[in-house]
């Protein structure tokens, strides 16, 4: 293998890696904090990438365009997302109905892609990219195709932000603090309800820009539902339930061996997913590590909701 091709292949397994992240810490987020597997993932993710197509043809294939996609799509559906956990998963938490809280978000899935086939059509869509967007730059021998670029510099400075928001904010401190002890932080007079919408929408948002940035690299169509849930939960199994840090290693490391995979074989490259989270799996069970972990989000019990009692 050239150093050209190992470059190119890297970077665009970045690229994939980071899309990936953003539907496998939407679902961590939401898991850590309110306890609620998020079936609707996938056609979250689904929903943003038909919302970008609309938004394209509506501004145009333009920078202002696709910044504007960028923005308004996730912030539309984590709106979405916040009326839906005010209207139907509010309900769930107190009882700790996990089989109502399965149904909610496994109807919540169909009825989103009934919608996007009722107002899309299931017609493939495409989008064009904008100029500034097209075309690459040439590294060592390799290609590397803008967007590629873009892709990756946007996913370190969401996960920047994202780490940035958890652990330097007190809105961090107060999520972080509601996985440890709801009750508590009803006592000390803390909206919970309200911390509990705002985490739910920003896992939808982070859903959402992952279907934004998966748009123009291919077709889009209904079956992106599928393509983006499955692999979304094998980073999180991978990486361990709520853990923020173990899902964006899995990401990456998935990301890039598929994106090496995918110069031998197309076949392989699908079950380049499956074969890390086997090997992970196994090695955990080697060495007797099978709990997930919630570390991404807490570092010990109780230690969160203390320092926000204090």
């Known amino acids: 293998m050239s150093l050209a091709t190992f470059i190119a292949q890297l970077f665009a397994g970045l690229g994939l890696a980071f899309v990936l992240f953003f539907t496998a810490a939407g679902l961590n987020l939401v898991w850590g904090v309110l306890g609620v597997m998020n079936f609707a993932a996938g056609s979250v993710y689904m929903l943003g990438a038909y919302l970008t197509t609309s938004a394209i043809a509506l501004v145009g294939a333009s920078a202002l365009g696709w910044t504007l996609a960028l923005i308004a799509v996730p912030l ?126 920003v896992g939808i948002g982070l859903g959402a820009l992952g279907g934004v940035l998966i748009a123009p690299q291919g077709t889009v169509s209904t079956n992106l539902e599928t393509t983006a849930l499955v692999p979304a939960f094998i980073v999180v199994v991978t990486g361990g339930l709520g853990n923020m840090t173990g899902a964006l290693m899995a990401a990456l490391t998935i990301g890039i061996a598929q994106s090496f995979a995918a110069l031998h074989d197309a076949t392989l490259a699908q079950l380049t997913p499956y074969a890390v989270m086997s090997v992970v799996l196994l090695a955990r069970a080697a060495t007797g590590r099978l709990g997930w972990s919630l570390t991404g989000l807490r570092s010990r019990r109780g230690g969160a909701a203390r320092s926000a009692a204090g």
């Open 76 to 201: 539309a559906v984590a709106a979405l997302g916040a009326a839906v956990e005010v209207a139907l998963l509010r309900r769930t938490y107190r009882a700790q109905d996990e089989n109502r809280q399965f149904m909610l978000t496994l109807a919540l899935s169909y009825l989103i892609a009934g919608a996007i086939v009722l107002v899309f059509g299931t017609h493939f869509r495409t989008v064009s990219l904008p100029g500034a967007l097209s075309g690459g730059w040439s590294v060592l021998g390799a290609t590397l195709p803008r967007y590629t670029v873009v892709t990756i510099v946007l996913g370190l400075l969401v996960t920047a932000a994202i780490w940035a928001v958890l652990y330097r904010t007190r809105a961090g401190l107060l999520t972080r603090a509601a996985v440890d002890d709801r009750e508590m932080l009803s006592v000390l007079g803390v909206d919970v309800d309200r911390l509990y919408s705002g985490v739910f929408a």
